[in-house]
């Protein structure tokens, strides 16, 4: 019965219907299964099929869409229940678009799947400066600084940010990416990471965390 409840919240999360999402999580909550595999069995798990489908191109943007906005009404059940039961998320991020960038469709899209694999993403929105980063790491204890660009002009700023971490001496990991960036970029800024899509950061954040 709890794996028939599990796959039907996969499923309808697949397909972005929020209120079915939702109902069904109030009633496996009620059927106390388990708040961590809900979230791990049901919301996590239906978003990595979503993720792999947008990587492979059998589904866009709009459908990532929905299936986050589903996830999200998932989420607003869990959420008490999961503090409650003391379930941690699997690490802190904090991400944001580089200074003078405003563009936020595609960092808003790794978000949404960091958060769907299980992170707890702090999102600084978007033109953020490089002092924001290193503060919010120090301040909320952020393991990974994830940095997106979409303009040529404001790639220089990821360096920047970079180089500030490195002599603040605070630790952290970074991810970077955006259209314009490229893995050899990545490499030559000295950033920890890069992906080219928001279903890769999650492979590429968990990684430099197991590391
Ligand atoms: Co702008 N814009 N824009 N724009 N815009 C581009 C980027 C551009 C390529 C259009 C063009 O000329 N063909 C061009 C950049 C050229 C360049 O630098 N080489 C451009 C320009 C020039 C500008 C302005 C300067 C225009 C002007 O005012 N003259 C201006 C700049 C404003 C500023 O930022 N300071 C500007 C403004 C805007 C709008 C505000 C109108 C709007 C942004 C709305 C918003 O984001 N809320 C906009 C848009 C929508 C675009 C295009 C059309 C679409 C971008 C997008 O959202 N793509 C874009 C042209 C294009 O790409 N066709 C363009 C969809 C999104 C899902 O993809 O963000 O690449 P993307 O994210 C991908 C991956 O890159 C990756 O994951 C996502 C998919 O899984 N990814 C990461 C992204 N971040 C990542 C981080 C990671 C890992 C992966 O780890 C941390």
Same mark, same amino acid.
């Given at each position: 019965m709890s794996a028939e409840l599990l796959n039907s919240i996969k499923e309808n999360l697949m397909k972005g219907k929020a209120n079915d999402v939702k109902n069904l999580c109030e009633q496996a909550v009620k059927e106390k299964i388990p708040v961590g595999k809900i979230l791990s069995d049901g919301l996590i798990a239906a978003m990595a099929i979503i993720g792999e489908k947008f990587k492979n191109n059998q589904v866009y943007v709009p459908e990532v869409l929905i299936a986050a906005r589903a996830m999200n009404s998932g989420m607003a059940v869990l959420k008490p229940h999961l503090k409650a039961a003391d379930v941690k998320a699997k690490g802190i991020v904090c991400i944001g678009t580089v200074k003078g960038d405003l563009h936020d469709i595609g960092k808003n899209l790794v978000r949404m799947m960091l958060e769907g694999a299980g992170y707890e993403v702090i999102d600084l929105g #978007?033109? #953020?400066?490089?002092q924001k980063f290193i503060d919010t790491v120090k301040e909320k204890k952020a393991q990974v600084i994830a940095m997106s660009a979409l303009l040529t002009t404001t790639m220089g700023s990821m360096k920047t940010t970079i180089d500030a971490l490195k002599t603040s001496g605070v630790k952290a990991k970074t991810i970077v990416g955006g259209a314009p960036l490229t893995d050899s970029f990545a490499k030559e800024i000295g950033a920890d990471g890069y992906a080219a899509d928001a279903a890769s950061a999650v492979d590429v954040v968990n990684k430099l965390l197991a590391a």
């Open positions: #978007v033109n #953020v400066e490089p």
